[in-house]
């Protein structure tokens, strides 16, 4: 099988690393990824040269340059908030495109785990048996999630944070920098976990917990994360 072309959406610093991931795993022979470029809705980057690879134009992008010689890229989407991660990945799903998953060849991740579509795991990150991680889910740097934890569709994790075993986070959970949960937790959806927080007990959904241990200080309305 021949290069897989594929675009990142977000070209800020995320995206920068997502490249860099990409670029890791064709030398390491894990992938073989034809980066196009960055697509990104702030006109101001238009045109630019981001690490040897161009901003192409907008996400809509797409719509009119889905299929590349006869081919259609593969999208990975480099935006760390959830919410919009969320629209964006729905946009592209709209138009029939496919996702690729960008896994560091310095990461640790069991052959009895499972990823989904349009993951991201970066180096130094260790994820354990049993795991089960959704879509379009972002894990920085240097986490663990031990085993048979379960992180859902949209979940963003910060560098160095460790999830106990059959810990759960629910759709779109944000946990900060360096933050821990004990051992079968659940952090309902769209709960943010603020840094270096210490989550001992269930979270609801919507909640923002700050902490150790970690306490709720703001809830949001329910659909928040859809407006």
Do not use: Y
């Not at 719509?63 to 990945?89: E, F, H, S, Y």
């Not at 991201?120 to 031990?146: A, Q, Y």
Request: net charge neutral.
């Amino acid at each position: 099988m021949g290069m897989q072309r594929v675009v990142i959406l977000g070209a800020g610093g995320h995206g920068r690393e997502t490249l860099e991931v990409l670029q890791e795993m064709n030398r390491a022979g894990t992938g073989a990824w034809d980066v196009l470029g960055f697509l990104d809705d702030d006109e101001s980057k238009h045109g630019l040269v981001i690490d040897g690879k161009p901003v192409l134009g907008p996400v809509r992008w797409l719509q009119q340059a889905a299929r590349v010689d006869g081919r259609p890229p593969q999208v990975i989407c480099a935006v760390g908030n959830g919410p919009q991660r969320r629209r964006l990945c729905a946009q592209v799903t709209a138009l029939g495109l496919d996702f690729c998953t960008a896994v560091a060849p310095g990461a640790w991740v069991s052959l009895n785990a499972s990823l989904g579509r349009g993951c991201m795991v970066f180096p130094g990150v260790v994820i354990g048996p049993g795991v089960t991680i959704g879509d379009h889910v972002i894990v920085n740097s240097s986490c663990t999630i031990s085993h048979e934890a379960r992180v859902g569709d949209h979940c963003t994790l910060a560098p160095g944070v460790h999830l106990a075993g059959n810990t759960v986070l629910e759709e779109g959970c944000d946990v900060g920098i360096g933050a821990v949960t004990l051992q079968g937790v659940r952090v309902g959806a769209w709960s943010i976990v603020g840094a270096g927080s210490v989550v001992t007990r269930d979270v609801p959904p919507d909640a923002t917990v700050a902490g150790v241990p970690a306490r709720i200080i703001k809830t949001r309305e329910v659909g928040w994360h859809e407006r």
